[in-house]
């Protein structure tokens, strides 16, 4: 099993469409979550950091289940500029990330 | 604004030539600074944490010889990478943690390697 595994997708929606991604991790002693944003060519850029049991930023929200091992990102109202790849990262215990092989996004208009 | 840049931004090569990647945490300083390779279509993937005043670590099937890594000040690591061969030609991005676990990446380099 990979230490972090996401649907490779893509997703293709429409504006305005509601749209959520989900991550699973191996390692259950993890107490750090991220969500970073990569656009084609470019550095992967932090969206949201998640700690807790979730997170919300305006029309983004990213909910933890420890229990299951799972983290979901969802984006309301989405919009063409939301097109980009979404990675799921988990950092390990020295401060190593570990990647999702990240989630294509594609909102159409 | 960027807090990691890197230099260059994209770099073009003949094949054995080596190429140096600059990697710099801007307004922090960085113990720890990491290098990321990416290929088209690819997840990033991770291949060597810099530890300034100390060796680099690689992660398993990275040749250490190939690719230098010296990471000789706070704010500083570079990236060397020698005899480059067409293979080696990918997106190279470096991340740096502030403030705890968060890390900030780098803007990339593209190298080409004809």
């Known amino acids: 099993r990979k230490e972090v595994e996401q649907d490779p997708g893509p997703f293709n929606v429409p504006e305005g469409a509601t749209v959520a991604f989900n991550c699973t991790y191996s390692?259950?002693?993890?107490?750090?979550f991220f969500w970073y944003r990569q656009d084609c060519r470019k550095e992967p850029k932090l969206l949201m950091s998640?700690?807790?049991s979730g997170n919300e930023d305006g029309r983004f929200t990213a909910q933890l289940n420890r229990a299951s091992q799972y983290i979901s990102l969802l984006i309301r109202d989405s919009k063409l500029s939301d097109s980009a790849t979404y990675l799921c990262?988990?950092?390990?215990?020295?401060?190593?990330?570990?990647f999702g092989s990240g989630t294509r996004l594609l909102v159409r208009p | 604004g960027a807090v990691v840049s890197q230099h260059p931004s994209w770099v073009i090569c003949k094949s054995g030539t080596s190429v140096k990647i600059e990697c710099r945490s801007l307004d922090f300083q960085a113990t720890t600074m990491f290098w990321y390779r990416q290929f088209p279509k690819q997840s990033l993937m991770l291949m060597a944490t810099?530890?300034?005043?100390?060796?680099?670590?690689?992660e398993q099937g990275v040749e250490k010889d190939k690719f230098l890594i010296n990471h000789a000040s706070l704010t500083l690591s570079t990236l060397t990478v020698t005899s480059a061969h067409p293979e080696d030609s990918s997106f190279y991005i470096c991340?740096?943690?502030?403030?705890?676990?968060?890390?900030?990446f780098g803007p990339g380099t593209r190298l080409l390697v004809l």
């Open positions: 810099s530890n300034e005043g100390s060796k680099a670590t690689y």
């Open positions: 390692n259950s002693a993890s107490q750090s």
């Open positions: 990262v988990v950092p390990d215990s020295s401060y190593k990330l570990i």
């Open positions: 991340s740096a943690p502030r403030r705890g676990v968060t890390q900030y």
């Open positions: 998640v700690y807790s």
